[in-house]
């Protein structure tokens, strides 16, 4: 143990199962599934019509100041409001921490523009019926917002938190697809082990729900989600056939565990170790896993741990069929017959946000000594050969959980977290 060592105080998350750690919580016990038929545009058009969508959120209740809210996305209004909610969750004021050692590193996608910004642009470039681009810079702009462009830049989630939060020390944005909260996460620890600062606001944030995203990303990877909503997605389930897009923001008060005791912040979580790595992803060869197992390997090397000592995998659990397999067959080769959460049988994919948020299920099951169960898990596959918990609850047994996410273009991420 030691002083350097980065330490979890707070906890921020709005998701489609729940906004605040309270009520995402009940939703996990009550196995409250938030996935639903798609509000935010018409979906009639696209392959899958179900999506992990927040539908109680106000901006107005989170944002201050108000007028900020002209320049935010979707994205960057979750993301602020789960660093405030974690902010005061930690107790953290601002006597506490010099401004300059307190940071904020967030993960986030890109930000795909609103359709409705876009409308009177494209059509003043239309002549008969098709889209001249030489008329763009005299027919377009001045049909669109002076400062449009700041609402869809990814690294001003980060901007907004950290000149609201008073944070003045180092400030980053991680784009990397489904692994970019971890990522920032795990740049967080270590900005923070080399003595640069004491505090970092991490986690990562993402609407999917723009139908360009929609689309563009979900294509070849949706489920047709026929069916009672809710019953999708199926991570390593037999019956599994696809994805489903979401939205959503999680983000944790990281502190040196020095920093935090001499303020007498409660330790909710000490993040043991982080490994990041990489497998070209080729046309021509399939993905074999190598990163997984490279990160598994590390992440339990440098947290000085063996397999029998962690409790839960906390699974990318993405339910695309090959997916699934590679992640499994990893698992079950360097860990046995762990058990294993799949956090997005909750609410689908979340994009960068997804890491953060997913966890937050582990984050509270070692605060609560509970392991949630997963949704949607009734045939086993052979080829999934991973003991997924699934129908109740478990009894946590053990005191450290293991984290994994990865990305379509060949990133994996692991990431420890322990009770001590």
């Known amino acids: 143990m030691s002083d350097r060592d980065v330490v979890i105080t707070g906890v921020g998350v709005v998701s489609p199962i729940g906004i605040g750690c309270d009520t995402y919580w009940e939703s996990m016990l009550e196995q409250r599934s938030g996935v639903r038929e798609l509000q935010a545009f018409d979906p009639s058009t696209s392959r899958c019509k179900i999506a992990g969508e927040i539908l109680n959120f106000e901006p107005k209740k989170y944002i201050r100041p108000r007028k900020s809210l002209k320049v935010m996305s979707r994205d ?17 004021t601002p006597e506490q921490i ?11 996608d890109l930000i795909y523009t609103d359709v409705d910004a876009l409308h009177d642009a494209y059509r003043n470039c239309l002549v008969d019926g098709e889209f001249d681009f030489s008329l763009w810079g005299t027919h377009a702009l001045a049909n669109m917002h002076p400062l449009w462009l700041l609402k869809y830049l990814p690294n001003m989630a980060a901007c907004h938190i950290g000149i609201f939060q008073d944070a003045r020390g180092p400030n980053n944005s991680i784009t990397v697809g489904d692994t970019s909260s971890l990522q920032a996460i795990s740049e967080a620890v270590h900005v923070i082990q080399r003595g640069k600062i004491d505090v970092v606001i991490s986690g990562g944030t993402s609407s999917q729900l723009n139908p ?3 689309d563009f990303r979900g294509r070849g990877r949706f489920t ?8 999708f997605p199926r991570p390593f389930d037999r019956e599994r056939d696809g994805t489903l897009h979401g939205e959503g923001a999680a983000s944790f008060v990281l502190e040196s565990r020095e920093h935090a005791l001499s303020r007498g912040a409660t330790v909710l979580a000490h993040i043991a170790s982080c490994s990041s790595c990489f497998e070209p992803i080729k046309p021509d060869t399939p993905p074999r896993g190598t990163a997984i197992r490279m990160g598994i390997k590390a992440a339990l090397e440098k947290a000085g741990l063996q397999p029998s000592d962690i409790d839960h995998v906390n699974a990318h659990g993405i339910a695309t069929v090959e997916g699934d397999r590679i992640e499994a067959e990893a698992i079950a080769e360097l860990l046995g017959e762990i058990p294993v959460i799949a956090p997005k049988s909750y609410f689908g994919n979340l994009g960068a946000g997804g890491g953060a948020v997913e966890m937050v299920a582990s984050v509270l099951a070692l ?11 009734k045939h086993p596959d052979p080829e999934c050969p991973v003991n997924v918990i699934h129908n109740e609850t478990r009894l946590l047994d053990k005191k450290a959980a293991l984290l994994l996410n990865q990305g379509r273009e060949g990133q994996a991420v692991a990431a420890i977290i322990t009770t001590n």
């Open 212 to 214: 360009t995203v929609y």
């Open 367 to 377: 605060k609560k000594g509970v392991v949630p169960a997963s949704l949607n898990y």
């Open 98 to 108: 010099d401004p300059e050692k307190k940071g904020v590193i967030f993960g986030t």
């Open 224 to 231: 047709h989600g026929d069916g009672d909503p809710t019953t």
């Open 76 to 92: 960057i209004q979750l993301g602020f409001a789960a660093a405030d909610l974690a902010v005061t969750d930690s107790g953290l």
